[in-house]
């Protein structure tokens, strides 16, 4: 086995490079096409069942994850009867390290990966797409408001941000993303995870610094 994985590790990196450079650019067309597709049809959901689930206001990180799952487990028979769909909000802590929030990234980061897992096993039958928003101006963003000040947070609305969900559900999007610019964001993360890093860790210090104690 272990020579396996050494001739593995040997292959994939140039295997890998020179799939890049020759497939990507047909997949980016591919992926153009798709949502130019997308943007011209409009599902019309209206009789179909339609499960929404995922705590958006930080209620508890429990609910983020079991209260999720356990209902989707249920309505899986009439989603499959139906041809529905299934809306899982999330959000971008599920993928960038934000600080003071560990144990509700982690939960968000579960709630991902699992619908994630979900959306590969019961697929093609009941298709699933997954919201993931970042600072959302409710209750629980006001709190970081009031503690941080108004300039420190970066808020969208809620009628802006559940319009864009919405719009995505009826062009079938996998994922959205919201406000789209965390994209960007996410890209970074995952090409240079020490610059994200050093940013966060940078603005937690600099911010809250007075309201949590580092030892």
Same mark, same amino acid.
């Given at each position: 086995?272990?020579?396996?994985?050494?001739?593995?590790?040997?292959?994939?990196?140039?295997?890998?490079?020179?799939?890049?450079?020759?497939?990507?650019?047909?997949?980016?067309?591919?992926?153009?096409?798709?949502?130019?597709?997308?943007?011209?049809?409009?599902?019309?959901?209206?009789?179909?069942?339609?499960?929404? =689930?995922?705590?958006?206001?930080?209620? *508890?990180? /429990?609910?983020?994850?079991?209260? $999720?799952?356990?209902?989707?487990?249920? +309505? %899986?028979?009439?989603?499959?009867?139906?041809?529905?769909?299934?809306?899982?909000?999330?959000?971008?802590?599920?993928?960038?390290?934000?600080?003071?929030?560990?144990?509700?990234?982690?939960?968000?980061?579960?709630?991902?990966?699992?619908?994630?897992?979900?959306?590969?096993?019961?697929?093609?039958?009941?298709?699933?797409?997954?919201?993931?928003?970042?600072?959302?101006?409710?209750?629980?963003? =006001?709190?970081?408001?009031?503690?941080? *000040?108004? /300039?420190?947070?970066?808020?969208? $609305?809620?009628?802006?941000?559940?319009? +864009? %969900?919405?719009?995505?559900?009826?062009?079938?999007?996998?994922?959205?993303?919201?406000?789209?610019?965390?994209?960007?964001?996410?890209?970074?993360?995952?090409?240079?995870?020490?610059?994200?890093?050093?940013?966060?860790?940078?603005?937690?210090?600099?911010?809250?610094?007075?309201?949590?104690?580092?030892?």
């Amino acid at each position: 086995m272990d020579k396996l994985h050494n001739i593995l590790n040997l292959l994939l990196p140039p295997l890998t490079i020179s799939f890049l450079v020759f497939f990507y650019p047909f997949y980016l067309l591919i992926k153009l096409v798709s949502c130019l597709y997308k943007n011209i049809r409009f599902e019309n959901v209206a009789g179909k069942v339609v499960l929404i =689930t995922g705590a958006s206001s930080g209620i *508890g990180e /429990d609910i983020n994850f079991w209260g $999720s799952t356990y209902i989707t487990y249920f +309505a %899986i028979p009439h989603l499959r009867k139906s041809k529905g769909k299934i809306v899982v909000i999330t959000s971008a802590t599920a993928i960038i390290p934000l600080p003071s929030a560990s144990v509700y990234s982690a939960s968000k980061a579960a709630l991902l990966k699992f619908f994630e897992t979900l959306r590969v096993e019961i697929s093609p039958c009941i298709k699933i797409t997954i919201a993931i928003p970042e600072f959302i101006s409710t209750d629980m963003t =006001t709190q970081f408001k009031e503690m941080y *000040g108004s /300039d420190f947070i970066l808020s969208e $609305s809620v009628s802006k941000c559940a319009k +864009a %969900i919405f719009r995505g559900i009826g062009r079938g999007e996998t994922y959205i993303v919201e406000p789209s610019w965390i994209k960007w964001i996410f890209l970074i993360q995952n090409v240079c995870p020490e610059i994200v890093d050093y940013v966060l860790n940078y603005i937690f210090v600099r911010y809250g610094k007075p309201y949590f104690k580092r030892d």
